[in-house]
């Protein structure tokens, strides 16, 4: 099998659609998504498969933005979007529309920031009893940082 290339030697090259939804609709208070570690989502009176989805798919998207741009930023080198962006070799406005929940995160969006940031993130897919095993291992990780 052949050696997977470095994601950063593509270019960024095709459009991305606009979306039907944007996730950061789906709580409460929008300007909360991505940026505070718990959100208040809508209730959708009658919920379709597509609308639950769609609703699961926001949760999502919301806690790896939240993780990126609360809990790993503040702490990395790359404390800007623009100088994620260019890391990322994605185009500045794609990454914050992303990671503000006004477009949704496509999975070549995901598999970039996992490239960059490594498997950190799939913590921060983590909820509910699995939410409190990672903020264990996030304040372990505090204090040796410490040390």
């Known amino acids: 099998m052949a050696p997977l290339a470095n994601l950063r030697s593509f270019g960024y090259s095709f459009r991305v659609s606009n979306p039907r939804y944007q996730p950061r609709d789906f709580a409460v208070h ?22 639950t989805a769609q609703v699961k798919a ?3 998207q919301h806690r790896l933005c939240y993780g990126i741009l609360e809990v790993w930023m503040p702490r990395s ?10 890391a990322l070799g994605v185009p500045y406005n794609r990454l914050q ?26 913590l921060w897919l983590l ?19 410490r040390r």
């Open 30 to 51: 929008p300007r909360d998504f991505g940026r505070r570690e718990n959100v208040e989502w809508r209730r959708i009176d009658s919920p379709s498969e597509r609308a």
């Open 58 to 60: 926001a949760e999502l």
């Open 77 to 86: 080198e790359t404390r800007k979007i623009t100088t994620l962006a260019a």
């Open 97 to 122: 529309r992303v990671l503000t929940g006004y477009s949704v995160m496509q999975f070549e969006d995901f598999g970039r920031l996992y490239a960059h940031i490594g498997p950190e993130m799939e």
């Open 127 to 145: 909820s509910g009893r699995n939410a409190q095993v990672r903020h264990a291992l996030d304040n372990i990780r505090q204090r040796e940082q």
